[in-house]
């Protein structure tokens, strides 16, 4: 079974500084999805970012990029020019490319991270 | 915004009874997937439904069933409520099995007492 672990329970920035998010999973697939979603206190879901393992290239969205190193397991997120907006929880999250019918074929959450942006 | 509602937004419990939460899906998302997120906790797929059938299931007990309807608006039902069933519960649509891209609702909080 698939495993993500988020090593920060709780990072803070100061508002439009650069902040790190950290990722790390375990899998024995080689072909899978990323991806980092936003929790704000309204709870609703949002996905920030998205990466595929077959893609070499990292994601980017606008402030939000990731670095995606395949062979060390690591998926981190990086939020630049830090907003008010952007304080909530943020999830990581593993998806294997295989639909097989079972429970692989939900998103595999880590714990969170807490953001907080300091004005 | 994202399309996808859910309903209710809160409820109280008795630990033994049952309990039904629904979701409207995003207009054309034929795949929907029931998460559980404990206080504190990153969500846990519980299952999900593609075009009325269920098509994948995490790790939880038969107690915890689910419904897909033709206009694809989908039930969660917990039987025998438990107080460790007191979660988050959100559900996620998508437009197909093979699209990655999911959109979730704003949840039901569900306290068991």
């Known amino acids: 079974a698939q495993t993500v672990t988020q090593s920060q329970p709780e990072m803070s920035v100061q508002e439009a500084e650069t902040v790190t998010l950290s990722c790390t999973y375990d899998?024995?697939?080689?072909?899978?999805?990323l991806f980092w979603y936003k929790q704000p206190p309204s709870r609703q879901m949002i996905l920030v970012i998205r990466?595929?393992?077959?893609?070499?290239q990292n994601a980017t969205e606008n402030r939000f990029s990731v670095n995606f190193q395949k062979a060390a397991k690591s998926f981190s997120l990086k939020i630049s020019d830090s907003q008010l907006g952007d304080a909530a929880m943020y999830f990581c999250?593993?998806?294997?490319?295989?639909?097989?019918?079972?429970?692989?074929?939900?998103?595999?959450f880590g714990k969170g991270t807490h953001l907080i942006i300091q004005p | 915004e994202t399309g996808v509602t859910q309903s209710p937004t809160h409820l109280i419990k008795t630990r033994g009874q049952q309990v039904t939460l629904r979701c409207s899906s995003q207009?054309?998302?034929?795949?929907v997937s029931w998460y559980q997120q404990a206080l504190g906790q990153g969500p846990q797929f519980i299952f999900q439904?593609?075009?009325?059938?269920?098509?994948g299931r995490g790790n939880f007990p038969p107690r915890f069933s689910g419904l897909q309807f033709p206009n694809y608006s989908s039930e969660l039902n917990v039987n025998a409520l438990e107080l460790d069933d007191s979660a988050l519960y959100l559900c996620?649509?998508?437009?197909?099995?093979?699209?990655?891209?999911?959109?979730f609702g704003p949840g039901t909080r569900l306290t068991v007492t």
């Open positions: 996620a649509s998508r437009s197909g099995l093979l699209v990655h891209e999911q959109y």
């Open positions: 899998t024995s697939e080689s072909d899978y999805y």
């Open positions: 990466q595929e393992a077959y893609k070499q």
């Open positions: 999250a593993y998806r294997s490319a295989i639909q097989s019918g079972g429970g692989a074929d939900g998103l595999t």
């Open positions: 207009s054309g998302h034929n795949t």
């Open positions: 439904y593609y075009r009325e059938e269920e098509n």
